[in-house]
């Protein structure tokens, strides 16, 4: 029972890691004994994040675009080149964009539909063979995607493209769940209301109170919040759990 929660030894890959909910999982798994790769398009920025979070364990910068396949590619070659095996894929790097209905841009429909969808699935698809390889009976491979409560119900934002993206993240996972379920692979998601993230500061700063009353508990996420529910993910306890989008929310979806 004294490693029902543990990630020690575990290999992780967190995209979108090195800010907001992205950078608290890695924390998390980096505290907990894991090996830590994070991913993220600013290089700088990204490898910033691996050096901080060193400090309390390992992780390995890995700078991509992860919005385009040569770079999805490139990146789990350089994961191949240094790990025979992957047990946590975190796939949390994401966009958003907003503008009213009769405004809103191609371009910001597809560069958040590439990112928030697209991208996943194939990580999902090319991390498979590595997360084969560290995949038991009794410990599968974790896959979390990171959904949002905006695709579980009608955004207050005109966030079209977004909301849209999380929920085919949320269908995304439970059918991918089905499907590798035999392969001792679990797919589940985490669905985060509001965090102090830099997505959301231009919305907290317009309309943090609002945003706040909405939250039966009364507060925004914090990094433990994000970092305890994707460790209970990936530890022994959750082997059993797979298809399901966990709301991390306040009780905003559930309780409201």
């Not at 490898?47 to 999805?72: H, K, Q, T, W, Y």
């Not at 589940?188 to 830099?198: S, V």
């Not at 759990?241 to 709301?247: A, R």
Request: glycine content about 8%; hydrophobic content about 45%.
């Amino acid at each position: 029972m004294e490693n029902l929660f543990s990630v020690r030894g575990k290999t992780a890959l967190v995209t979108g890691g090195s800010r907001g909910i992205g950078l608290m999982i890695a924390r998390g798994y980096v505290e907990h004994g894991a090996r830590v790769y994070i991913s993220s398009r600013k290089k700088d920025v990204c490898n910033a994040a691996a050096d901080e979070l060193s400090a309390f364990g390992e992780c390995v910068s890995l700078p991509a675009d992860l919005s385009r396949m040569d770079e999805i590619e490139r990146v789990i070659e350089e994961l191949r080149a240094r790990e025979d095996r992957l047990d946590i894929l975190v796939n949390n790097a994401g966009a958003t964009w907003g503008a009213v209905v009769d405004e809103f841009p191609e371009q910001g429909w597809d560069k958040v539909m590439d990112l928030n969808v697209k991208s996943i699935f194939f990580l999902i698809q090319r991390c498979l063979p590595l997360l084969e390889a560290a995949a038991t009976d009794d410990d599968p491979a974790r896959v979390i995607n990171i959904g949002s409560i905006d695709g579980m119900r009608i955004s207050a934002f005109e966030n079209f493209s977004y909301s849209t993206s999380k929920a085919a993240v949320h269908h995304l996972t439970r059918m991918t769940a089905s499907r590798l379920a035999a392969r001792n692979v679990t797919v589940n998601a985490i669905a985060p209301g509001p965090f102090h993230t830099d997505m959301m500061a231009p919305m907290i700063d317009k309309m943090g109170d609002e945003i706040l009353g909405e939250v039966p508990l009364g507060r925004f996420g914090k990094t433990e919040d994000a970092a305890g529910l994707a460790v209970f993910l990936a530890s022994p306890a959750a082997a059993f759990i797979t298809g399901t989008v966990i709301p991390l929310d306040g009780g905003i979806t559930g309780a409201s």
